[in-house]
Nanobody, 122 residues
Framework: QLHVVESGGGLVQPGGSLRLSCTPSGFTFDLYAIGWFRQAPGKEREGVACISSSGGVTDYADSVKGRFTISRDNAKNTVYLQMNSLKPEDTAIYYC???????????????WGQGTQVSVSS
């Protein structure tokens, strides 16, 4: 079964940084756009960042612009989400997904992971 695997979550203090990684299982990433999404307790899942298959196009939710950076290394078959200046409101389960176009619309994505928990608290 094709899916993706997220890693790198954890507990961090406000103002701290984390880097999430996303790798495929059963396929290679280089033909797929990748999106990062998150779901906080009691809230709907929202798009955070996305990147095209070549890495030439990226987009971010307004809430993370200037703090988060999405990147990819197709040679390593990995997509990263560098998260800086983390805030308590960034606390959520973060999901990675692979699809055909780079968009923050989750219905455009075909393959999903099970998520990784990010908690921002002092």
């Amino acid at each position: 079964q094709l899916h993706v695997v997220e890693s790198g979550g954890g507990l961090v203090q406000p103002g701290g940084s984390l880097r999430l990684s996303c790798t495929p299982s059963g396929f290679t990433f280089d033909l797929y756009a990748i999106g990062w999404f998150r779901q906080a307790p009691g809230k709907e899942r929202e798009g955070v960042a996305c990147i095209s298959s070549s890495g030439g196009v990226t987009d971010y939710a307004d809430s993370v612009k200037g703090r988060f950076t999405i990147s990819r290394d197709n040679a390593k078959n990995t997509v990263y989400l560098q998260m800086n200046s983390l805030k308590p409101e960034d606390t959520a389960i973060y999901y990675c997904a692979a699809g055909s176009i780079a968009t923050l619309r989750e219905y455009e994505y075909d393959y999903w992971g099970q998520g990784t928990q990010v908690s921002v608290s002092s």
